[in-house]
């Protein structure tokens, strides 16, 4: 009807289409459908929203490039007028000298909607103040979305002091990766994409804008700073849009209560606002606890039922696949089967597991979730995330008759917004319970150590249990569980060398670390002994190794424990006397 009419009765039409999508939501091609006819009576919020569905529907490429489309008819930088005012505005304000720009607008708009999908859009102007940062600012960086999702569209401006603009061109935007991804494995590093600069000089403004979509959130949770936590921002805005069946709660961080409640213009549907003014960064903004602890923050959920609720919601395909699985596979319970008793062979397990399976993330390993395969499927590959080794540490712990929980945390976020039950997490461990005692296991770094929970989640909320579900906190590992101990022995002296031993063990996160770095320098360098060098002078730089004897290692344990023979240093005179 549509080509024999010419679109004819466009809005008869995408109303009797909005009517079907009711009976039949995730068709991909009804959405697509009516992205079309909305952006032909120009509604362009409702198009967008289609286009979104129809990403989310599987059809990725034809809704991402209508996404980019109306992207690229979007009038999205600040206009004359309104960055005349704020260049106004921020010479008045009285910062630092020292600050070499100032972000003049920061803004991050959210939309969800049917789908189960989240759409962020991120404008921001950048002025810059002086002329070292005019020569230090060389690009304007853009994380990449992790997970299922990505980026829809993004462009670069600068406005010049002078009054002329730049447009950059789409060559000087680039990607950074880690030369191991594999494009169909989403591994632990994140991509960057990269807005290389011009040359720049003080007064000018760099002015850009990205649309990001984040896939499969079926409970979506926003948490964003209202500032540029790199810069001094003058102007910051967060939004979150979503229709009138999904009731949007939020909370705030170290910023005021104020906000507005309204309806979006694009879509008709209910928005939330906070805006703020003059925020200067606090601590370091590479650290995501700092950045959102002591930042102003907003977050944004989906009204749920409490923390029981959600936790029922989250984990339960993480205990059915427990369930699901029959006996454990002989590969992995022979990994324990020598040694005895309940901790030891838990211990062993944990081992095992960290060290034969490579952290991955792989899309068929989702398609036997709930399979009672899916452990050999995992042995097999030798590749597998969170999820799958704390699956396999579940098996264990049934068969070794110990009590055990799934515990979900944020590693990404810093934060636990406790008063928004949502999916607030992106990271998946086991917790076993050993002579009445919690002991956390996260089989899914190469640093980790049994019965630690990761060091940037420890004191932070997390959720566990099994029916019922809440908060608890993380424990605090003591101070002595990261211990190193070297004992020098001095033997004498030969050519101004002092001769003699040391012997030295570590414990806990610095035993791994030291252990990972030896492997890593047996593989580069030319002989095991220069391998051991390199290492034992990570620790002790004025030692000279002659020979060494490894005593434990963290293959099977939390420490590492070796002697050495060598020369700790020359001995030099100062005033007449030897000293080391």
């Known amino acids: 009807a549509m080509r024999a009419e010419g679109l004819g009765d466009a809005k008869g039409l995408a109303a009797s289409l909005e009517a079907y999508q009711d009976l039949c939501p995730t068709n991909p091609v009804v959405a697509l459908r009516l992205a079309f006819l909305f952006r032909h009576t120009k509604e362009f919020g409702k198009a967008e929203v289609q286009a979104l569905r129809a990403i989310a529907g599987n059809r990725s490429e034809p809704g991402a490039n209508f996404c980019r489309e109306l992207a690229e008819t979007r009038e999205w930088g600040l206009t004359d007028e309104r960055l005349k005012e704020l260049r106004e ?90 030369e191991d991804d594999n494009p169909f494995i989403a591994v632990a590093r994140r991509s960057i994409g990269n807005w290389i600069l011009p040359d720049l000089e003080p007064g000018d403004v760099v002015d850009f804008t990205c649309d990001k979509v984040q896939l499969g959130q079926t409970r979506p949770f926003t948490l964003a700073n209202l500032a540029d936590p790199h810069c001094p921002t003058l102007h910051g805005l967060v939004s979150f849009t979503a229709p009138p069946a999904m009731e949007i709660e939020h909370a705030v961080r170290n910023s005021g209560p104020g906000y507005e409640t309204g309806l979006d213009e694009g879509t008709g549907w209910n928005q939330v606002t906070f805006i703020r003014e003059r925020m200067e960064p606090r601590r370091s903004h590479s650290d995501p606890y700092q950045l959102m602890a002591l930042n102003p923050v907003v977050a944004f959920a989906l009204k749920a039922d409490g923390w029981d609720d959600m936790g029922g919601k989250l984990l339960k395909d993480y205990y059915e696949a427990v369930e699901a699985t029959g006996k454990i596979p002989e590969r992995l319970a022979s990994a324990y089967a020598d ?242």
């Open 89 to 178: 505005e921020a010479a008045t304000w009285d910062l630092d000298g020292h600050h070499g720009l100032v972000t003049l607008n920061n803004e991050r708009h959210y939309l969800t909607g049917p789908g189960d999908f989240v759409r962020e859009r991120h404008v921001s102007a950048i002025l810059v103040r002086r002329q070292a940062a005019a020569r230090k600012f060389r690009s304007v960086g853009i994380p990449m979305v992790s997970g299922w999702g990505g980026l829809l569209h993004t462009a670069a401006r600068v406005r010049r002091v002078g009054g002329t603009t730049d447009v950059i061109n789409d060559d000087r935007f680039t990607v950074g990766s880690a």
């Open 339 to 580: 040694v005895s008793g309940t901790g030891a062979k838990l211990t062993r397990a944990f081992y095992w597991i960290r060290d034969h399976i490579k952290y991955a993330s792989v899309a068929s390993h989702h398609e036997v979730l709930l399979s009672p395969e899916r452990a050999g499927f995992v042995l097999e590959s030798g590749m597998g995330d969170c999820k799958d080794v704390s699956y396999l540490l579940a098996l264990v712990c049934r068969d070794l008759d110990v009590p055990w929980e799934f515990v979900l945390m944020s590693t990404e976020n810093g934060i636990i917004i406790e008063e928004l039950p949502a999916d607030q997490f992106d990271h998946v461990i086991l917790r076993a319970k050993i002579d009445g005692e919690w002991r956390y296991m996260d089989a899914s770094t190469n640093e980790a150590t049994f019965g630690a929970p990761p060091p940037m989640a420890q004191d932070l909320p997390a959720l566990a249990g099994r029916e019922p579900f809440g908060l608890i906190t993380l424990p605090v590992l003591p101070a002595d569980y990261n211990r190193i101990t070297i004992r020098q022995t001095l033997a004498g002296v030969d050519e101004g060398w002092l001769l003699g031993g040391i012997d030295v063990r570590l414990e806990g996160y610095a035993a791994r670390y030291l252990d990972e770095l030896w492997k890593h320098h047996s593989l580069t360098a030319v002989d095991p002994d220069r391998a051991a060098d390199d290492t034992v002078r990570a620790l002790l730089p004025q030692f000279h190794l002659d020979s060494v004897e490894r005593l434990q290692d963290t293959g099977e344990s939390d420490a590492l424990h070796f002697a050495a023979e060598g020369r700790h240093g020359r001995l030099v005179e100062l005033d007449g006397k030897r000293i080391a």
